[in-house]
């Protein structure tokens, strides 16, 4: 295998770079161990799970499964509380991926200044990537208890009420869930992004403030363009992350109060593991995909097609 | 920016940007690690200062003691070395395999990395909670492991593959040259100078089970067997008589490991994610 690296003729570029011996089957003592628990352990499931969602299996022993097509989609036609859930879905994955990504960006910008005092923000932008999600709720709840954290009191000094228990509130549980969203996501989205300043060339920079332009007009003309495949690739990720929360919110609100904070995979799971309907749950696992490649989709052709003239 | 002038109100600017960004993501945590150390009577008359008048380690005490804590904490650790120890093991052949072979399984892995992410894990979990308890093993700390090893995979190895490409293939053929077998190039050669990327997904792997939640909630059921994160859930579900300084000292104390390694590969892992993402 190696005698014809002398011998061979120039080969195609491609040829080189990943050929080595026989190639194909050659390889599989290498991979199967780790790509046979794989397949089993959550290809299969995750086939089996697409199925189930067109069946009505439910848990509990003895209980027998019946194919049903498709008669779980036309009751999740009718089940408000799902369709209230998938709501609540979009405006918190929209609103925190559209947070995440703007505040991100003002950091990654201010960090790839060398400001004095920049490396303290960045420490502190990658802890909460590494907390628990769990702990990342605990947290927060420490910071919106009504009777002893911070949030009121400071609510209060600015003069915007400051006694309501923002997590137990109609009106305030969501968007103070989404404050907390964007604190746990905004991390990895800033670490990305200045990735991506890094990775442009300053002499373009140079030369448009030499040609007079100014700072705005450089980082929409030159910044953002040039980030672009980054910002699509995070915003994506995100926004998938993001409608399939589940740990923050459970340890935050458990979808409280009133189910004003239940994320559909909250709604799934309480669907599946509190009233056993593990059928209902899987198709809703379906149309989540269904809907989460569908906004994908959309979000890519609009967001990548000036790119590809 | 290194172009153009600042001017000085734009620095002023900057800075209190930059304050106010070291606020919002600094204050919550310097708020747990208070909480931690004030008395129960402190945070029970509520809107106390910032700093503990008394600080102390009551919390932790507390926090220890309760049994169940040290045992969810000693079942984290197992689950977590475990899991670390099994997808390293996996991931280093497989990486090596897929950087440097031409096969069809190089495609499916990769794509298999994506479709993963965007199916929602309660579409995998009942059918994989039926699958296990086939084979017995919920409700089982190796039935957990191997759930962490199988979802860290993916990523582990699309980590490794950016670092087996970087290593000069004509090490391993000068080896081959002089008489070594394919074995002992691994052992030998490869496996020796792709020790960062071994490393970083060690830690990662270490982190991603010592954090997750969702699969530990749903197959372990059994109090003697449960995880640290399930642990502080019930902590905090225990409305009403919630001790909030308590719980934020075992919030604490569950948070070091995965904040030390992390500290240890961020840098590997932003670059392993971004090799990843451009040699796809």
Same mark, same amino acid.
């Given at each position: 295998?190696?005698?014809?690296?002398?011998?061979?003729?120039?080969?195609?570029?491609?040829?080189?770079?990943?050929?080595?011996?026989?190639?194909?089957?050659?390889?599989?003592?290498?991979? +199967? @161990? #780790?790509? =046979?628990? $794989?397949?089993?352990?959550?290809?299969? *499931?995750?086939?089996?799970?697409?199925? %189930?969602?067109?069946?009505?299996?439910?848990?509990?022993?003895?209980?027998?499964?019946?194919?049903?097509?498709?008669?779980?989609?036309?009751?999740?036609?009718?089940?408000?509380?799902?369709?209230?859930?998938?709501?609540?879905?979009?405006?918190?994955?929209?609103?925190?991926?559209f947070?995440?990504?703007?505040?991100?960006?003002?950091?990654?910008?201010?960090?790839?200044?060398?400001?004095?005092?920049?490396?303290?923000?960045?420490?502190?932008?990658?802890?909460?990537?590494?907390?628990p999600?769990v702990?990342?709720?605990?947290?927060?709840?420490?910071m919106?208890?009504?009777n002893?954290?911070?949030?009121?009191?400071?609510?209060?000094?600015?003069?915007?009420?400051?006694?309501?228990?923002?997590?137990?509130?109609?009106?305030?549980a +969501? @968007? #103070?869930? =989404?404050? $907390?969203?964007?604190?746990?996501?905004? *991390?990895?989205?800033?670490i990305?992004? %200045?990735?991506?300043?890094?990775?442009?060339?300053?002499?373009?920079?140079?030369?448009?403030?030499?040609?007079?332009?100014?700072?705005?007009?450089?980082?929409?003309?030159?910044?953002?363009?040039?980030?672009?495949?980054?910002i699509?690739?995070?915003?994506?990720l995100?926004?998938?992350?993001?409608?399939?929360?589940?740990?923050?919110?459970?340890?935050?609100?458990?979808?409280?109060?009133?189910?004003?904070?239940?994320?559909?995979?909250?709604?799934?799971?309480?669907?599946?593991?509190?009233?056993?309907n593990?059928?209902?749950?899987?198709?809703m696992?379906?149309?989540?995909?269904?809907?989460?490649?569908?906004?994908?989709?959309?979000?890519?052709?609009?967001?990548?097609?000036?790119?590809?003239? | 920016?290194?172009?153009?002038?600042?001017?000085?109100?734009?620095?002023?600017?900057?800075?209190?940007?930059?304050?106010?960004?070291?606020?919002f993501?600094?204050?919550?945590?310097?708020?747990?690690?208070?909480?931690?150390?004030?008395s129960?009577?402190?945070?029970a008359?509520?809107?106390?200062?910032?700093?503990?008048?008394?600080?102390?380690?009551?919390?932790?005490?507390?926090?220890?003691r309760?049994?169940?804590?040290?045992?969810?904490?000693?079942?984290?650790?197992?689950?977590?070395?475990?899991?670390?120890?099994?997808?390293?093991?996996?991931a280093?052949?497989?990486?090596?395999?897929?950087?440097?072979?031409?096969?069809?399984?190089?495609?499916?892995?990769?794509?298999?990395?994506l479709?993963?992410?965007?199916?929602?894990?309660?579409?995998?979990?009942?059918?994989?909670?039926l699958?296990l308890?086939?084979?017995?093993?919920?409700?089982?700390?190796?039935?957990?492991?191997i759930?962490?090893v199988?979802?860290?995979?993916?990523?582990?190895?699309?980590?490794l593959?950016?670092?087996?490409?970087?290593?000069?293939?004509?090490?391993?053929?000068?080896?081959?040259?002089?008489?070594?077998?394919?074995?002992?190039i691994?052992?030998?050669?490869?496996?020796?100078?792709?020790?960062?990327?071994v490393v970083?997904?060690?830690?990662?792997?270490?982190?991603?089970a010592?954090?997750?939640?969702?699969?530990?909630?749903?197959l372990?059921?059994?109090?003697?067997?449960?995880?640290?994160?399930?642990?502080?859930s019930?902590?905090?579900?225990?409305?009403?008589?919630?001790?909030?300084?308590?719980?934020?000292?075992?919030?604490?104390l569950?948070?070091?490991?995965?904040?030390i390694?992390f500290?240890?590969?961020?840098?590997?892992?932003?670059?392993?994610?971004?090799s990843?993402?451009v040699?796809?």
């Amino acid at each position: 295998m190696t005698a014809d690296l002398e011998t061979r003729p120039p080969a195609p570029v491609e040829a080189p770079r990943t050929r080595r011996g026989a190639g194909g089957r050659d390889a599989w003592p290498l991979l +199967l @161990p #780790a790509l =046979i628990p $794989v397949a089993i352990f959550s290809v299969l *499931p995750l086939l089996q799970g697409i199925y %189930l969602g067109f069946t009505d299996s439910r848990a509990g022993l003895n209980q027998v499964t019946r194919f049903t097509g498709l008669e779980n989609y036309g009751d999740l036609l009718d089940y408000d509380l799902f369709w209230t859930s998938f709501r609540i879905g979009l405006v918190w994955a929209v609103s925190v991926t559209f947070l995440q990504f703007a505040t991100a960006m003002g950091l990654a910008l201010l960090l790839h200044q060398n400001l004095r005092f920049g490396w303290l923000a960045r420490i502190l932008s990658l802890v909460p990537w590494a907390m628990p999600p769990v702990v990342v709720a605990i947290t927060w709840r420490l910071m919106y208890d009504p009777n002893y954290g911070p949030v009121n009191g400071l609510l209060a000094s600015l003069g915007l009420g400051g006694d309501t228990n923002l997590l137990g509130d109609f009106s305030t549980a +969501l @968007p #103070a869930a =989404i404050v $907390v969203g964007v604190w746990a996501g905004m *991390p990895q989205t800033t670490i990305a992004l %200045l990735a991506g300043l890094q990775g442009i060339d300053e002499s373009i920079h140079e030369a448009a403030a030499i040609d007079g332009a100014g700072v705005w007009r450089r980082f929409r003309h030159i910044t953002l363009p040039q980030l672009r495949p980054v910002i699509v690739a995070i915003t994506s990720l995100n926004f998938i992350w993001n409608i399939n929360t589940f740990d923050l919110i459970y340890v935050l609100t458990n979808g409280g109060p009133g189910g004003r904070t239940m994320l559909p995979m909250l709604f799934a799971y309480n669907e599946a593991f509190r009233y056993g309907n593990f059928g209902v749950a899987a198709a809703m696992g379906n149309v989540m995909v269904l809907l989460i490649v569908g906004a994908l989709v959309f979000y890519l052709r609009s967001r990548l097609k000036p790119a590809e003239e | 920016m290194s172009v153009g002038t600042v001017t000085t109100r734009a620095r002023v600017g900057q800075y209190a940007a930059l304050l106010a960004y070291v606020a919002f993501l600094g204050f919550p945590l310097l708020w747990l690690v208070a909480t931690a150390f004030k008395s129960t009577q402190e945070i029970a008359l509520g809107a106390s200062g910032f700093l503990p008048e008394a600080p102390t380690l009551q919390n932790f005490g507390d926090a220890i003691r309760r049994a169940d804590l040290v045992e969810a904490g000693w079942n984290s650790l197992r689950v977590a070395v475990a899991s670390t120890i099994l997808t390293t093991a996996l991931a280093m052949p497989a990486a090596y395999g897929l950087a440097r072979f031409k096969t069809f399984l190089r495609p499916v892995t990769l794509g298999w990395v994506l479709v993963s992410q965007v199916f929602p894990t309660i579409l995998i979990i009942v059918p994989l909670f039926l699958i296990l308890k086939q084979f017995d093993l919920v409700n089982n700390l190796v039935g957990l492991t191997i759930v962490y090893v199988v979802f860290t995979l993916p990523f582990a190895l699309w980590m490794l593959i950016g670092f087996v490409a970087n290593i000069p293939r004509e090490l391993e053929e000068a080896a081959a040259v002089d008489g070594a077998g394919r074995l002992r190039i691994l052992v030998s050669i490869v496996f020796p100078l792709l020790r960062p990327g071994v490393v970083a997904t060690a830690l990662f792997a270490f982190i991603a089970a010592w954090n997750e939640f969702l699969f530990a909630l749903v197959l372990i059921q059994d109090p003697a067997k449960v995880t640290l994160p399930l642990t502080l859930s019930r902590f905090v579900g225990a409305e009403g008589q919630v001790q909030l300084g308590a719980l934020a000292a075992a919030s604490l104390l569950a948070t070091i490991p995965s904040l030390i390694f992390f500290g240890l590969i961020q840098g590997r892992l932003t670059s392993g994610l971004l090799s990843g993402a451009v040699k796809g």
